[in-house]
């Protein structure tokens, strides 16, 4: 059966895992201090145009998010949309290290200067938590993006209160990609504290390269990330991995790859009528459908319930780089046929 | 000038310290281990008619709901109110020992089985929080009351769900002397896991009275009070004052005096046609007013601002068991002088 | 039965109930910002010769330490005897917050320059915590007391490696009117980046006066001391007990009454020949007696089993404000009848 | 340079690498629920000769040791030797999830029944953390390993307190495959309530096989997993790996290949009359030489200073599956130029 379950199902770009045999029985220092390493974090410094920022090769995702905001004061709270990872799909890890998710509803799976100021207005005294880091992503836990107008105003609020603003990159390269886009990594970069380039959700066996251009947020950090088990021994494994990615296009050949198929499916989708749940313009496509339906459809395509509520379901849709143009032609039929009029 | 701003502005009741002066310097054992305190947990075991609970004398309203919250397993979390206590005003006191406050938008500062049942419907598996304890408060932040109906309900939906039912009672006495209330010590008793009786809002120098009915809470709780700091050496003071509150009716008495004292400041609001912002029926009386009006009767009558919108504010009048009526007189002239058209 | 088995199974001082009784129905702000406070805290920073320090007064010994720690960074490590308060009687507190105490064998039950240096030598890199704090307390665990070189000693070596030093004075009074001493609160604060002056073992009912000298260490305490439950609502209770007891002689009377009593009880076991566990110069006295002979005086006198060996015990008798002479004589001949020869 | 600084210097074996190549763009579903994954599971299962176990693939070392441990009580503490990789070398990990490590003196970096017999001894009550699991690791840091006798024994004290016994495998195919040794999998499993099979140590590119027999410590693991940002999104990547290792003998021959090669080096240096630091008798050797010649061996061979005294250091010579018999020779004839009298 066709899957469009997630952007993790396969291994790597097989020029990734070409590069990790190549290299398989060189003998490294451990824990990334490798010559591999260097040369991703080198690469990456060259890419974000910043030879100050501090670079640290993590595991995945949520433990990247997790020993970045475990650095805050123990009193210091994270503003996230209430459908951000760290609020719903990470059980809890950000408050397992003590700090409160301030959880905002919003629109379009992101947050505005308006939003972040309300909070602001709300908390007062020491009798609450006080507010220290805008959590986002980008795209968003519903394919969405922000643009650079966008961002440079959430900056500004965040200067405005001394917030750090943090993006969450999982699916960076896809958002990098995507019709509509006008952010580069340079730019992420000088806006933002700290963001990460998600490796796992494009391409790579696993891996997530984070940015920290904050010098405040710099002072040993590998000792938050050895302290949450987040240390790889063998270091060298992302090191080599993210050179290879970055050291041509291939990291963003493979988000556009994403994006082209996801582009396909949503055209299908619309010449049909349907509308998708959130205007995504990445590699993830939203739909809500009966129960009934979405019972049909689990019988022919693998893909995901994000959201559950009584009557119907919002259904998932996950490209990658890996995605098969035959996959997504057979899921157009499956999509013609059910909801053909 | 008179002060409404919270009951916690005096020492005790004289009551109280009599109690304590009597017994000052009697030479008992330590840490709630003394004849004080067993005379007054078997006093509370008596109230709640159930003497398989466990009683522990807390010092204050943060640490017993912190430490009570501590003993669930660490990836589980608690459902309460936006507004609730732990929520809001416990500078996230209860994310530092690891767990999520999953906060649940709702009426009357109120939670339902329906607000409930949602949550759980939305925590399907091991990526998010584990709900596991539904937090309540009575009376709640909004001066509001559980019926005894409504608390059955409660209890029902927690046992289809596995969750433990936990009611703060930083204002039980206030609650449970209200008009409307159909609740006692011992209903509450039989229908939540645990709840505490508040002595710092009713008359007390300080201390709560935790009860911890289900036996699944009980094992090793003064390892938890310890670790976190919540062990008066000097456990009897926390003794002599719940005998002597609860020994007769005094906890009652001061909590119906609050409420008396709030009813003539409501009654006077109401023949002045201003409409309470929630309905409250306990110690609690909350208006909302223009961010100038409040400023005015800022310069008459101390009282807390407990919301504050952009134009308006929500100001709060509390009464304890000190207030006095003398000053509820005149609360009541300042508020016609403001209010009258 | 006479009592000598620790120094808070009393109430408080007279006088300082006094104290409590003519302000008790007073209505003041909460949470320490009473005027009450205020004076205590005006008072504090005179004897400490020093406008600058932050002062917060606190419920407990094991909260105020917790939360003092909880200030540092995830991965920074508190350093002490392995007999301290901190790593034996706490319950794991320090490690609920997420430090490590690095616990050092020593004599005296007291930190040197050569122990702690040692601890920097072995903490190298970011596999291992980062030692950050030091803890002593005065009087220690074995009422063996710091001397004013042995401070600067400790200093020095702080300085040197960049580690806070923390004084525990959860029984600062007998130290400092102890034979041998020649401290100051005055010096300690010059030599400390903070510590604190008991009240729950020196006469108040409970209570702590922390004071933090290092301005690093002070931004948003009471964030700190809030989110652990900490802060007391009726605050102005520590106020005015603190207030009553420093702002005349009281608090250092009250701890030269418990030295004259221990040290009573030390000289009739002197010539009865018995040598002290360790050489305590406070109002805490060990020796070490068979299990038999243990249980023998526990017949006769309430006091502690402080250390537990096989065949022998280490029992405690601790003097405080409120010891009686006539215990103490009635000790002394019950010793006489054990030990003589 | 020559190289014997750990056994994470090289990728894995070539046919790990194999495994995963041939599987790499097969689509499976994620986080450890595919195919791969359970058929290691299965296998494992086998090895241990018990269908109930819990197995779960984790990331790395670190990590598995922190999250078992999570799974504790608060209060609830670890006992382990004081040169236990959770003591000394995870940067505080244990601490960070509120569990103190009670770290006890020893001897060859092993516990035994006494050991463990005293710290129960003195833990009397809720005043103290409670022992709740006992940490080994076999092989241990040093090198050594527990016999069946002996884990037998760790086994009836465990029994007799109430204790988790818990080994951290992460040497364990070294361990089993040592000369002396008479333990296996099943054994351990019998004898332990959880255990790793180390697979970053021993040839896999990373992961470690955590084996839960007692089903106290089982439920709801999975949600510990991913609080701590432990869950691998491309589950699989362990699956194929630990599958791998473990369908025939590959993961043991590797371990037997680094015992060989050390067990060369072992062998001239007793024949140059040096005497190992620590009996070990697996892929870890220790010597204690001058800070001088620890230098000029530095200038030839990479490896680890692993302590450091004022006036000598032991240096440490690790082995692995990807060790050279040339580069042993090499070692060795180093070893004679400096060592030869």
Known sequence: MISFNNDYSEGCNPKILEALTKTNLESTVGYGEDEYTNKAINRIKELVND????????VGG??????????????EAVISCDTGHINVHETGAIEATGHKVIAVKNELAKLTPELISEVMFNH?????????????????????IYTKAELIKLREVCDQYGLYLYMDGARIASALTSKGNDLDLATINK????????GTKNGLLFGEALVIRNEEMQPDFKFLVKQHGGLLAKGRLLGVQFYEALKD???FEMGKHANEMANLIRDNLKSLGIKEYMPSV???????????????????????????????RVIRFVTSFATKLEDVLELNKIMHKFFRK
Chains 1, 2, 3, 4 share one sequence.
């Open 191 to 198: 806006l933002c504290d700290a963001f990460y380039l998600g």
């Open 62 to 75: 949520t433990i990247t998010n997790l020993t970045v905001i475990s650095g805050l004061r123990p009193y």
């Open 282 to 312: 990445t590699n993830q496509i939203f739909i809500e459908v009966s129960n009934a339906l979405a019972l049909a459809i689990h019988n022919e395509v693998i893909c995901d319930d994000f959201i559950s509520f009584k009557d119907t």
């Open 51 to 58: 030879q100050n920022v501090f670079v640290h090769l993590m």
């Open 124 to 144: 007062t005294d020491y009798h609450m938590v006080k507010p220290k880091m805008v959590y986002i992503s980008n795209s968003t836990e519903y394919g969405t």
């Open 249 to 251: 296009d291939l990291f």
